[in-house]
């Protein structure tokens, strides 16, 4: 881990100085460190001024429900006229900023980096995992799909990478329990 | 129960946080409203047998105010709309 | 007696012993065995004692309506009472005990209840224990408790777990028997998403307990071959030892699966049972029929049980539960039993018809127009007596009885939602009635279709139904299968007993008690159930209710639509707790939100408090400090001295924005802040609608459309919620955006008079009070250029700084103020030190903040302004909150230093009774103030702003404190506010 700010050691959600790769049985775990967020919010009436501007950056901006994935950035939708907005930590770390230059006073931009944990779950077929965990029906949703949703409790985004790769964002305090309520249904499908 | 969301399909009500009448949206003036109309929005309600408008905020989901339509006695519902709509069509705006 | 009673064919690997004990006795059994069948295997009838008069009873069924014999399985923490066993797979090594008798099963001491059964009729308890009423708690209940209880808990926590789930499918079969596999397959070849869910270990139903053929196979080898066929579509998932448990709304059904329970322990890592959420676009319920038997006198001994139960033990077992066995039915199926037994070479000595007239049974002793009016045999059946056609009574020895009422469709869960069944004559039982869950659909007996090619027919024709009304085609092809029509002609019961005939064998509900409701006119069904408590009992009324509602429909000369059925309500058999609660236990009983210095703070070995799901650091104790008073007074004594650092994470934060933002935080906020300069922050008040505050927090105006909204760690999500009302349904067109960044950013406050000679250690810009004056807010860095938030605001009356970093750099920013702070002798304090320094200053919280008090009340009045129209400003003009002599915010400190106050004390004058007319209000907070070395509070006086000065008595009896007090101003600490200012 780079140490940009003197004597300021970055941890990751899970309180770690490196983020840590869980494997148990056919379900992997790891928490993904490397990249900024920033939510992004159409101001009132400058939804077409947004979309071309965010036609320029290359920035998607998906349909309700959805996630689209480029480079550098890529986006889900959380709520009518707001999205999240991922792009890689090492070139975004002040994705806001990024963001407020090609989009200007489109769109409301918050930085939301820290706010959550990012698990990355892979399995052949994750659905008896979540099935577990979730309500949603993931065997039947689309890869792209993007909703938030409850595990154990807590309110977590679940985006469709694959029909093996789910990408779960948590909110970051409570990292832990969100971990722990994955370990144990995995190992429950041992 | 089951919501279908007018965006994102029929999600569990679970996920939803109940307030009440859908009335509420019908908000008067604090600056003009007299204080028989402000007492009656703050603490009159129907409580019908039957159909019954109310609103419903999806916290555990996009966060969309929704105003369901629901029927008390049978719980079915039988419409759902974005509570936003709903307060524009009402002529509410800023 | 080694398997004594076994007989030859079954669903049983009888090349596998499996050792158990009953009461500590040692048996043999098979893989496929019940506990029940295992038993009647090795000659055991006698399994339980009943309820409230400890007779002597076994198994009346195979199935989970079973009313008797229920057991302890288990020893240890894994115990587990009332379980049925007819229903318990037998694994090696089971242990099971009997329950409800002392010393033994065979000679229990209560079973002198039986003897005085005319004491313990129907409304027994309501009419003895009512007198004297101090009685009740003494003495009445722990007798009542300690005579009628069912088994006993272990009373040590469960070891194991239990998991939650989610499925979704087209269509949700209830039941795998012919009806429901007929229909799986149907509607799985048409390509519909299907869950088959079966409460047995073994999917077939009936099929499995029947010797008839379906199409070229015995009915078990049809059941398994079509099982194979599901097996290999994806879209059917089968689910055995799985029972649905109720019908819920839009289509939501909850299933049990155990998992585990077929097991000495669960596998590891594996739940015990798994509860499923079922999300379904139909359900079909083909959950069979249930027989019901026929009350005669001393109908419950051990060896007599329902026919159908007796013929499922001989077919499916390989069980004789009797070598002498008679057969005691009213309809044609009973008949079945007999001519199977007899097949099987077991040794049947009558039937008794109660049917005139008609053929009788070849090779069989068949006696018509004939009933059993008696037995005899106290641990286990010994004799019948029959009266013949002519009245002629005669005994005939027995050791097993089965009896056959006809059978009652499982109409349960069609009354989930209120539905009530309705009648039909002509298979004399009642049927699913309309009004049911909708899209809840049924078939097979559950629905009246009583035989094996109706069961089949009707479960292929629903499916087909369905999957055409999902736009999918679904032919079948319908073995060929017994058709045989019911032919029932109705006995509900054998008159003319001087004895008692048992209806609701769990319950101990007999005939005579019907009787005696209807006496006592309790003949609304309703009424008679809650008298008599039939159907009241665990198994909740399946072989006996229906017979109970014939019985006063009798009595009261109605028929029996007219007459009526209770409701069944979920669960359909009992759910353990521990399933419904899942993982949510013990310490996962929630989820914990951990705040960014957590790490830093368990390291110093913290003490943390819940609040909410945050853990937060309530106090930090030093080395040789033994209470946690002297770890707080440090604390506050340290911080107003030099410095003090507390992690504020938890506090919400929202950020708003839009170039509406200033006007949308004038309209929820009761003060103004679209005149808030960039760069500043403002304390604000928040209203409900009815003028009672909501919260209050900071609130900072980062840029010309952006705010950072902070709230009260308790109402985060509630003024959030809030927020988005207004904005959605008040107001839809203003521009502003929401969302919360409470986790995003680690926020420490830094305060005393040293705090900003720590900070400019680590700020990389002047912050001088010129530079970075009070209530000034803004972005700076920290450490070489790492962005952070800065705002000078304070909670404590000191000078004060909260600062904010990204959270990944929390913990690295606590240590590093721990660090640079070390030459200040700076504190890291908790939120106990917070409550008492925000006392001694007078701000409001939790105490005050308790939804009945209006900006008045707290001494905050002149913050609503009445220029603007705001959330709850109409409201707080109402008369009532603006009376003279209305409750205010004060301070409160006890004449002596050395006496204490307690918060929730009432303020009464002095001299006065303590009545309520005399109450002047409240204590609302209390604390110990270091500071001024004694205790200090807040509170709401009537008055309160007027009696300043004055001295009035604090009177707390619940806490025996009843102090005189003088009441202060309640900034108790720097009220002219210099310190921060500084």
Redesign the interface.
Known sequence: MPD??????????L?HDVPVTITIGAVTITER?DVALA?L?V???RDKDLAKAAKAADLPLPPAAMAQFAVPYSAFWMTP??WMVEAPFASHE?ITAGLKTALG?TA?????????VRLDITADNPVPLF??L????L??KPVGFAARTVI???GTYLIKRSPTDITLYG????????L??LE??A??L? | ??INHPILG?R??QEF?Y?GDAS??N?????T?S?AE??D???LRDNPAGLHRE?W?H?QGD???LVVTRNTVT???TKVE???D???SMG??? | MSQSHRIGGGQIDRTQPLNFTFDGKSFVGHPGDTLASALLANGVQLMGRSFKYHRPRGPLSAGSEEPNALVELRSGARQEPNTRATVAELFDGLQARSQNRWPSLAYDALSINDRLNSFFTAGFYYKTFMWPAAFWEKLYEPIIRRAAGLGSMSRLEDPD?Y??????CDLLIIGAGPAGLMAALTAGRAGLRVVLADEDFRMGGRLNAETYAVGDHSGADWATAVQSELVSLPNVRLMTRTTVVGA?????YSAVERVSDHLPTPL????RQ?LW?I?TAHALLTGGATERPIPFENNDRPGIMLAGSLRAYANRWGVAAGDRVAIFTNNDDGLRSATDLQSKGVDVVAVIDSREGGTLLPGIRHLRGAQVIDSAGRLGLKSITVRGPNGKVETISANALGVSGGWNPNVNITSHHRSRPDWRDDIAAFVPGSGGP?NLHCAGAAAGHMSTHAALKSGAEAARHIAESMGKQAPYVLPVAEDAPVQITPLWYVPGGKGRAWIDQQNDVTVKDIKLAHQENFTSVEHMKRYTTLGMATDQGKTGNVIGLALMAELTGQSIPATGTTIYRPPYTPVAMGALAG??RGK?F??????PSH?WAAEQGAIFVEVG??LRTQWLPRPGETTWRQSVDREVLQTRKSVGICDV?TLGKI?I????AG?FLDRVYANTFSTLPVGKCRYGLMLR??GMVFDDGTTARMAE??YVMTTTTANA?TVF?HL??CR??????????L????????QYSVAGPNARNLLAKLVDQDISDAAFPYMGAGNIT??????ARLFRISFSGELAYEIA?????????IR?LVEVGAEFDAVVYGTETLGVMRIEKGHVAGGELNGQSSALNMGLGKMVSKK????G???T??EGLNQPGGLRLVGVRPVDPAASISAGSHFLPLGAAPTAENDGGWLTSKVFSPHLGCDIALGYLKAGDQKIGTRMRAVNFLTQVDTEVEIVSPHFFDPEGERLRA
């Open positions: 940009p700010h003197a004597g300021l050691k970055p941890q990751t959600a309180g460190f939510s919010a101001r009132r009436g006229e707001m002040e006073d409301s931009l918050t930085e939301q980096t820290d706010a959550w099935e577990r979730s309500n949603i029906d065997a039947t154990e409790h807590l909110p970051r305090a409570s990292a832990q329990s969100l722990h309520a144990v249904t190992k429950s041992l | 129960m089951i029929p569990d009500a946080v307030l509420l949206i908000r008067p003036d604090g600056l409203a204080p402000m007492h929005y703050v603490y609103l905020y916290e966060r969309s105010w719980h079915e519902i974005m509570a936003r709903v307060a524009r509410r705006s800023k | 777990d998991d939650k789930g989610f499925l979704h819920f709304d839009h289509g939501i590891a890592g594996k739940p798994t959420r999300y909708a993982r949510s996962e929630k989820p914990f939100r951990l705040t790490k799901n945050w994470t950020d924005q839009g170039t509406d006007l609608e009815d459309h952006e999500v919620r988005e009302f959605q349904c008040l107001w839809p067109d203003l521009d502003v955006q969302i919360s960044t409470t986790e995003a950013w680690a920290v450490c070489g250029g790492l962005r970093v990204p959270t990944r750099y929390g913990d690295a920013l590093k603007k129209d705001s959330i400003m109409a409201m003009l109402r």
